[in-house]
């Protein structure tokens, strides 16, 4: 008997990165030095002092029952601490704070407390593919705002079709810009507040990247911004500014509605996140900045390594002032079949841009997570792949 999975299934493919793996796997099979500059997940351990705490906080038999739904109030103040420390803004740990099991989580659930079916999210193209699929999974739709060189991958909020915006419950925005790297400054920030207030819509702002920013790049929060919190809810990860991907937490911090709305979705489905791991995020966001320029620096000379590499190879790569990865522009348009022939021919895995959405075709990211001899090695065979192509 085939098992008759539910009709939604069909609005799930495997998740992007799950078909990249596949292709690793296969040149690896073939007996090729595989480099793969595919995922962004740090290859940096998470600094030991905060291991240290998970560890010691792990031993605390209080950390072995269930945790409070929405986060213990310590992580919540430390959160609220760092937000205050970080941008200067004024939090309430309990009204306008929530605990997530890695940002993932609340990204991917946003869309169950603010939409209906019909409803209409703004989804920038290219980008993270959470915020589409769960809009879809909800019988939501997807309205796509293409992010294009031209404009420094920024959305073009006045071209959005005014029927579009009559049913647009939530803007998603994500700078620094994960996957072409670009990012906004204060001003984009004020303008996607001051739009979301005018049309009555949630601004969703995923600061995944918002510590790794180098050459004096300091990102700002929409939520610095005058009357902000009446729209607004910020996503805060701990993943990749600590290399704590594998820990998964993080937290919303906003608008007191959506926050609370969110807390009541996950009161009913999930039980928290472990406290030991609270206890470790805590650690790390009160000493904030900590060695974190010690972090930056290893990804700003891989950068540079990488950027190098690829000029003298005779491209003219972007030099991307935060984040870990580079979008890269590649001759011929088709990034599927570039990437293809790229990790056949030279073992170098990178991810084809139309996988974050239409507008990436003829772009390919490569993340900076590996060791930068390495990542040389690999800048050197694209340049070589590129030069006989
Ligand atoms: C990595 C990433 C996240 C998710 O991080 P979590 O580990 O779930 O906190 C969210 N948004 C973007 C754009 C990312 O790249």
Partial sequence: ???????RMQKLAPYLFAELDR??????ARGLDVISLTIGDPDLPTPSAIVEAGQRALADPANHRYPAYAGGMPFR???????????????????????LIGTKEGIFHLPFVLMDPGDVALVPDPGYPVYSIATRLIGGEVHWLPLREENGFLPDLAGIPAEVLA?????????????????????????????????GIILAVDSAYSEIAFDGYRAPSALQLPGAKEVT????????????????????????EVVSALARLKSNMDSGVFGAIQQAALSA???????????????????DALVEELRRGGLNPPNPRATFYLWLKIPGGDDQAFAGALVEKTGVLVAPGSGFGPSGKGFVRLSLTVPEDRLREAGRRVARFLARA
Wanted: with cysteine; glycine share 8%; charged share 30%.
């Fill in 77 to 99: 103040n430390a959160a609220a601490r760092w937000l205050k420390r970080r941008y200067g803004v004024d939090l309430d740990a309990e009204k306008e704070i929530v605990a």
């Fill in 233 to 256: 809810v910020e996503f805060h990860s701990l993943s990749k500014t600590y290399s704590m991907c594998g820990w998964r937490v993080g937290f919303a911090a906003g608008n007191a």
């Fill in 23 to 28: 292709k690793k796997r296969e040149a690896q």
């Fill in 1 to 7: 008997m085939s098992v008759r999975l539910a009709g």
């Fill in 285 to 303: 966001m009160e000493t904030w900045p900590g060695h974190l320029s010690e972090v930056v620096d290893v990804y700003r000379r891989r950068r």
């Fill in 167 to 199: 049913k647009a419950r939530v803007l998603w925005v994500n700078y620094p810009n994960n996957p072409t790297a670009a990012v906004a400054d204060e001003g984009f920030f004020r303008r996607a507040v001051g739009f979301c207030r005018e049309h």
